[in-house]
């Protein structure tokens, strides 16, 4: 019988120090795989065109009727993109409703619009919503911080 030689001993004696030590180590936990951002839900407010129709300042305790409501509208996709209408100007941007409700809108070209119009005002307050959804009557509400103020929008058919 053949005499083992000194570097076959260490081999084995290292092959059995790793597979002891590969047997106490503790298996490998499983990393959750990481995901993009979801696209905003698919639900009753996607895919409508929203006009503005009133401004209800809680906090005030006052209501404000848009006058021309087709000046002032907003639509949500599914991909959580948003695009609209402030009067003289068009809009586009992006919402989230994770945690609530956030719009960032960006006028596409800032014209300036007639004296009297609610432009700038209509796309300050959609900067400033915090929450929002369908209003229980097939409208669109849609709040700043506290509610302090509601934004009411009439559905006015399918976008395009």
Not at 27 to 42: E, G, K, R, Y
Not at 105 to 121: E, T, Y
Not at 128 to 152: E, F, I, K, S, Y
Request: proline share 9%.
């Amino acid at each position: 019988m053949n005499k083992p030689t000194p570097s076959t001993l260490l081999l084995v004696c290292l092959s059995l120090v790793l597979v002891v030590a590969a047997a106490c180590y503790p298996p490998a936990t499983p990393i959750p795989p990481t995901t993009a951002p979801s696209p905003a839900p698919s639900n009753a407010i996607t895919n409508i065109v929203w006009r503005w129709q009133t401004l209800n300042d809680v906090a005030a305790g006052t209501s404000m009727k848009v006058d021309d409501p087709s000046k002032y509208t907003i639509v949500f996709y599914v991909d959580g993109t948003t695009t609209g209408q402030a009067d003289c100007n068009t809009f586009s941007g992006i919402y989230s409703q994770a945690n609530g409700f956030a719009i960032t809108v960006r006028p596409d070209i800032m014209a300036a619009c007639d004296q009297g119009s609610m432009d700038q005002l209509f796309l300050s307050l959609l900067g400033d919503v915090a929450a929002g959804g369908p209003d229980g009557a097939g409208g669109l509400m849609l709040q700043t911080a506290g509610g302090a103020q509601q934004m009411l929008f009439s559905n006015s058919g399918p976008a395009q």
